[in-house]
């Protein structure tokens, strides 16, 4: 059974910048207000973590140009280098993936092995242009279960019930058919370029609440699916780390903070509300970015809890 999102963890704060929080049964990426890091500890509940050999498939539903499809389908391929691979430059995507191996060290079992699976395209908006959780839930399934975190992506046009005014992405966990028992975990992520980016996008678009700085250059020249990036990150770890409600999280369990919810909209150290922190930038383009990704690429990732220092970890 899909699981059903949450409400707002927080409230909009008069002056502060709106950015991401991620909440849900099982995580979502929200729109409140960053506040300061409470030092609260990660805690183990003993749950399941998603263990590997894992895919990621990837559920493309809408318009998305080819552009859109590689910039996140080689985000997923970064998680693990490949052998051989002569463009894996640090700081790298790669890297921030092994930081959560804190948390699987707790529970005893080793980070999975991610791997880039199969992709499927659905441009005709065979369930429409306004979804709702049961929705999401039976696009995932469309990807291979076993084995498998399913990710559903939406075009810039589809309504998703919450969207961009309670969350930007969520995770959560679905059963599978009779035949095939057991759960899945599963991701979803909006494009917001055309709905909130202000929201969604930060901080390559300019905030909606709070001063209005200049909003950074997107590193692949795509504010939606560099933002869609950000959040489809933060969901994998909180999938992989509490992917059925009962894994690592802070609060309560009805609206938790995950390893990197916990360090909403700290990229770089320096962070403080409103600012993302010392990011590095391309000289050639002027993009801010903190890992280096297949193909060349760069991207922005956001910062993991660590649960032995109770910090938030970033990769510069």
């Known amino acids: 059974m899909a699981s059903s999102c949450s409400s707002l963890q927080c409230s909009l704060l008069g002056l502060l910048l709106a950015a991401a929080l991620l909440q849900c049964v099982h995580g979502g990426r929200t729109l409140a207000a960053l506040v300061e890091q409470q030092p609260l500890p990660m805690t183990y509940h003993r749950g399941a973590l998603l263990t590997g050999p894992l895919s990621v498939n990837l559920i493309f539903y809408g318009k998305f140009s080819v552009s859109q499809r590689a910039i996140i389908s080689?985000?997923?391929?970064?998680?693990?280098?490949?052998?051989g691979q002569k463009d894996s430059v640090e700081p790298s995507v790669a890297t921030w993936w092994k930081t959560l191996a804190k948390y699987y060290a707790a529970s005893k079992t080793p980070l999975p092995r991610v791997a880039l699976g199969k992709q499927i395209v659905d441009e005709a908006y065979s369930l429409g242009k306004s979804l709702h959780d049961a929705d999401l839930a039976a696009l995932a399934a469309r990807g291979a279960p076993s084995g498998a975190v399913n990710v559903?992506?939406?075009?810039?046009?589809?309504?998703?019930?919450?969207?961009?005014?309670?969350?930007?992405?969520?995770?959560?966990?679905?059963?599978?058919?009779?035949?095939?028992?057991?759960?899945?975990?599963?991701?979803?992520?909006?494009?917001?370029?055309?709905?909130?980016?202000?929201?969604c996008a930060w901080p390559f678009h300019q905030p909606m609440y709070g001063p209005q700085t200049p909003p950074l250059v997107a590193p692949n020249g795509d504010v939606g699916a560099?933002?869609?990036?950000i959040n489809l990150?933060?969901?994998?770890?909180?999938?992989a780390t509490n992917p059925f409600g009962d894994g690592f999280f802070q609060g309560p369990r009805e609206a938790p903070l995950e390893a990197a919810t916990a360090c909403a909209g700290v990229y770089a150290k320096g962070a403080y509300p409103g600012y993302p922190g010392n990011l590095l930038a391309d000289p050639a383009t002027g993009a801010s970015y903190?890992?280096?990704?297949?193909?060349g690429?760069?991207?922005?990732?956001?910062?993991?809890?660590?649960?032995?220092?109770?910090?938030?970890?970033?990769?510069v």
């Open 74 to 83: 080689d985000f997923v391929s970064s998680l693990l280098p490949l052998p």
């Open 152 to 199: 559903v992506l939406t075009a810039d046009d589809v309504a998703v019930e919450g969207f961009c005014m309670s969350r930007c992405g969520t995770h959560a966990a679905s059963a599978q058919s009779k035949a095939g028992g057991g759960r899945f975990a599963y991701v979803w992520v909006g494009n917001s370029a055309a709905q909130c980016p202000g929201q």
């Open 226 to 229: 560099d933002g869609m990036v």
């Open 233 to 239: 990150a933060s969901m994998l770890a909180g999938a």
């Open 290 to 295: 903190n890992a280096h990704g297949a193909h």
């Open 297 to 315: 690429r760069k991207y922005l990732v956001p910062a993991l809890f660590d649960p032995a220092t109770s910090t938030c970890s970033t990769l």
